[in-house]
C-alpha cells in the first residue's frame, strides 16, 4: 500500500506540472516559450502515463475515493504554482481552467469517466 501510495503521488506531481505547462503555453506569446512549455508538457505527460500503467490496470477505473483524492491533489498542486508565477509577474495565467484542464489530462488516462 505505500508503494501505491507513492506512485499516486509521482502520477500526481507529474500530471500537476503537464497542466502547469498547458495553461502557462496558452498565456505566453513568445514562440520560444511555447515550444519550450510544450516540451515539457509532452515529457510530464508521458512520465505521468507510465506511472498510471502502475497504479492499476487501464481497462478497470480507480476507486471514487482515490479518483476524488488525485483530483484534488493535482488541482491544489496546479493553483499552488500558478498562483507562485502570477506573484512573480506572469501574465494572462487563467486560473480558472485548472480544473477543467485537470479533468481533461484525467480523462484522457482513464482515471476519471
Known sequence: ???????????????????????????IDDE??????DK???NSFSIAKKYRENLNPIDRPLPTEDQDQI?????AKVKNELSLR???????????KVESYTKK?????????
Not at 502570477?86 to 480558472?96: A, C, H, P, S, T
Open 86 to 96: 502570477i506573484k512573480k509577474g506572469y501574465n494572462n495565467v487563467d486560473l480558472n
Open 1 to 27: 500500500m505505500q508503494n501505491r501510495n507513492k506512485i499516486i503521488d509521482l502520477f500526481a506531481a507529474n500530471i500537476a506540472t503537464a497542466v502547469v505547462h498547458e495553461i502557462l503555453e496558452e498565456a
Open 40 to 42: 515539457e508538457f509532452q
Open 105 to 113: 489530462m484525467l480523462g484522457k488516462l482513464k482515471i476519471l469517466q
Open 32 to 37: 520560444n516559450l511555447r515550444k519550450h512549455y
Open 71 to 75: 483530483k484534488d491533489k493535482i488541482i
